[in-house]
């Protein structure tokens, strides 16, 4: 059941943040918010599944490069 819990309050999570990029009101702090959510996610995805945390990975790194477009 704790298992469960846990996977919902990530889901809400993602759909948070996903849907704080897509309102495009603070992006350089949505990216940011999203990308540091994300990396802290990343190392339980690669414990859980190596494909998980490969997928996880891929999000990263499209946060991180949109950072950087934001920045430049």
Do not use: C, E, Q
């Not at 809400?12 to 495009?24: D, H, P, R, T």
């Not at 992006?27 to 990343?42: E, N, R, T, V």
């Not at 690669?46 to 790194?61: E, K, P, Q, Y």
Request: proline share 3%.
């Amino acid at each position: 059941k704790d298992k469960k819990m846990l996977m919902r309050f990530h889901a809400l999570g993602n759909i948070v943040f996903g849907a704080f990029l897509l309102s495009a009101l603070y992006p350089k702090m949505a990216a940011w918010l999203a990308f540091l959510w994300l990396l802290s996610i990343l190392p339980f995805a690669f414990r859980a599944d190596w494909t998980i945390g490969m997928r996880d990975l891929a999000i990263t790194i499209s946060l991180a490069a949109l950072i950087g477009f934001l920045l430049s």
